[in-house]
């Protein structure tokens, strides 16, 4: 595909349960950020991979959101027992060369804790 | 840590006029980059226009340019004959120019409405 794809599109689970959101960065893309947009908030930081080198998890918001990029490429966010807090469109974004390169962006998933 | 600020939460514009949408940022350092991404309906976030802090040259991008006044730490967008499908929301952005620099830090954004 030409772009950042993300999946599903959208995700309503009730509290307590597990979630698992998908992104599939441009090919050759070697950097991949996660960000969570809640409502009326600007985007915030979740974590970033680079290559092979250790993942930069400094902006996870607790020890529930895990991250995981396999062979550099498709990377899954987990969130383990949802909160209503946790609801949120989460964006995924990759880039070539950091920091000259944009990021491109996925249409991200939008997460609804019941 | 670096912090970006919109002062303004929500614009509006008639359709060919132009707007301007503000954004202040604060850091120390000297080598950076800046950003307007543009966010519509779609979530999808969309680069409008960069600027390398070490330019002293404005960035243009069509109808799409900014006002970079780096003492200030001032970095305006200005959107000239307005169309309807510039309705979106406009995040500006801050990024380290640092090699260990990656985050992209963003202001709370701009809801922008084109009048018809």
């Known amino acids: 595909g030409a772009g950042v794809s993300q999946s599903p599109s959208n995700k309503v689970t009730e509290k307590g349960k597990d979630v698992e959101l998908r992104c599939d960065p441009i090919s050759g893309h070697t950097a991949l950020y996660w960000y969570r947009q809640s409502l009326g908030q600007g985007l915030e930081f979740l974590i970033y991979f680079q290559g092979n080198s250790a993942p930069d998890k400094s902006g996870l918001p607790s020890d529930r959101f895990s991250a995981e990029r396999t062979g550099g490429s498709v990377s899954t966010l987990t969130i383990q027992r949802t909160q209503q807090e946790d609801s949120a469109v989460y964006l995924c974004a990759s880039s070539l060369s950091i920091p000259r390169g944009p990021l491109h962006f996925g249409n991200g998933t939008r997460l609804t804790v019941t | ?116």
């Open chain 2, 1 to 116: 840590a670096q912090t970006v600020t919109q002062s303004q939460p929500e614009m509006s514009v008639q359709e060919a006029e132009t707007v301007t949408l503000s954004c202040t940022y604060d850091t120390s350092e000297s080598d950076y980059y800046l950003f307007w991404y543009k966010q519509p309906p779609s979530r999808q976030m969309i680069l409008v226009i960069r600027q390398e802090a070490y330019k002293q040259q404005n960035a243009t991008e069509n109808r799409f340019s900014v006002n970079f006044q780096k003492a200030a730490k001032s970095f305006s967008l200005k959107i000239s004959d307005s169309q309807l499908g510039d309705a979106a929301m406009y995040f500006c952005a801050y990024m380290g120019g640092g090699g260990s620099n990656y985050k992209l830090t963003f202001g709370k954004g701009t809801l922008l409405t084109v009048n018809p």
